[in-house]
Each structure stands twice: as structure tokens, then as C-alpha cells.
């Protein structure tokens, strides 16, 4: 059973490029979320795709952006990269509805903006 | 906003010691749940908790959530090298429903020393 996997686990672009992050959720699970952690804190919530539309959003700009396909695989996009974009990307799938919606969490995308 | 506090922010044990993690909440938790990090990579999902009392172990790891469900505890028992890493407590971010939308505390970076 595969777990939650994601792709590039290393990137590194400038400042004012765009970049697409990929996440491929566990087998059965329908929803995906996107973490940033930034050095030294906790992830933070940036969206949650279901039924491939964005269903839930934190606190983040319009530069970032995602994606769900039909076979709930998923794409994170950050355009007009900023310095403080570097961080931990993490992906985390779940099954909306089940008893209990333990999110699992992907390796992660170690993303490099200079 | 709910805010989640770990403490303490990093803990050095010799092999063998016991230890406690702690996570306070500023609003009642519906959904407590703890993972383990090892530096850079993902999130490993290690307990879900979620109603006031609830107590849960596996190996030799037990989490706690008190009555009032606004703190827990987790707790190793004889540590071990294996258990070293960065602890993450997470909240479902919600008034009652679970909404698979995390918050997370900013993690205790546990070293057991041989």
C-alpha cells in the first residue's frame, strides 16, 4: 500500500520564478492538503483540494495556487517566488467522511528560493 | 485564533529516561493529534485523540488528552536513540466539525543520548 508521495524532493529557483509541486495522495484517499514549514516551526495550512476544487484555504496569497486531478493526485504552484517562499512543502491526503480523517503526510519538497 | 503551545521547545535525555511533551491549546480541541519528524522530512503519523479523558499507547509511547480537552501530554518510557526527533502536536481546526485543516505547534526537539 503506497503511501502519500510527492515530487521533486529538492528544487531550487530565483526570486520571481514559478514553480509546481506534485503529490500523489495514499491509495484510497480522496482529499490532499498543502503544508509550508518554514525552519524551525510547525507546518502551516495552505489549502485543501476535494472533488478536485479547492475546499478550505489558510492564510496565504493568490500566488499560491493548486490543482486536483481526477485520480486525486495534486499540484501545488507558487508563482512570483519570494525569498521567504523557502520552506518544507508538505502534502498530507485523508479520506473526507471516514470515522476518523488522520491526515498522512508525503517526504515533503525542500524548496530553495534565491 | 487557536494557537497551539508545545513545551518544552527542545529536551536532551539519557537512554533510558522517561520523558513528557506537553501541548495547551487556548480553545477546547476537537481532535488532538501527535506526529514525529525527523529533521527535514515528513511528518509520521503517531496518535489521534479526541475525547476528553482519552488516553492512547502504542509501543512504548502514550498520549493523553485531559478533560477539559485543551492539553496533552505524550510520554516515552525508557527512551531510546530511535526516539529522537522533532514532535509536532496537531489541532483540527474547527468548532466541532473535523475539517481535516490543521494547526500544529511549533514541535520539541527530543535528543536521547546514548
Known amino acids: 500500500d503506497a503511501g502519500v508521495t510527492q515530487s521533486p524532493t529538492h528544487l531550487i529557483k530565483t526570486r520571481g520564478q514559478q514553480v509546481t509541486l506534485r503529490c500523489s495522495p495514499k491509495s484510497g484517499h480522496d482529499t490532499v492538503s498543502w503544508y509550508q514549514q518554514a525552519l524551525g516551526q510547525g507546518p502551516q495550512f495552505i489549502f485543501q483540494y476535494y472533488e478536485e476544487e479547492e475546499r478550505q484555504r489558510g492564510n496565504f496569497p493568490d500566488r499560491f495556487s493548486g490543482h486536483q486531478f481526477p485520480n486525486y493526485s495534486s499540484e501545488l504552484n507558487v508563482n512570483a517566488l519570494l525569498l521567504g517562499d523557502s520552506a518544507l512543502y508538505l502534502c498530507?491526503?485523508?479520506?473526507?467522511?471516514?470515522?476518523?480523517?488522520?491526515?498522512?503526510f508525503g517526504p515533503g519538497t525542500r524548496l530553495l528560493v534565491l | 485564533s487557536q494557537e497551539l503551545e508545545q513545551s518544552p521547545q527542545s529536551l536532551i535525555v539519557q537512554e533510558g529516561k522517561n520523558l513528557t511533551i506537553n501541548c495547551t491549546s487556548s480553545k477546547t480541541l476537537y481532535g488532538l493529534y501527535w506526529y514525529k519528524q525527523k529533521y527535514g522530512e515528513g511528518l509520521i503519523f503517531l496518535m489521534m485523540?479526541?475525547?476528553?479523558?482519552e488516553e492512547k499507547s502504542h509501543e512504548k509511547i502514550t498520549a493523553k488528552l485531559d478533560e477539559k480537552k485543551q492539553q496533552s501530554s505524550l510520554h516515552i518510557t525508557a527512551s531510546q536513540p530511535s526516539h529522537a526527533g522533532i514532535y509536532l502536536c496537531g489541532a483540527d481546526k474547527s468548532d466541532g466539525g473535523a475539517t481535516n485543516k490543521l494547526i500544529f505547534g511549533t514541535g520539541t526537539l527530543l535528543a536521547v543520548q546514548p
Open positions: 498530507a491526503s485523508s479520506l473526507l467522511g471516514a470515522v476518523q480523517e488522520t491526515q498522512y
Open positions: 485523540l479526541q475525547k476528553g479523558g
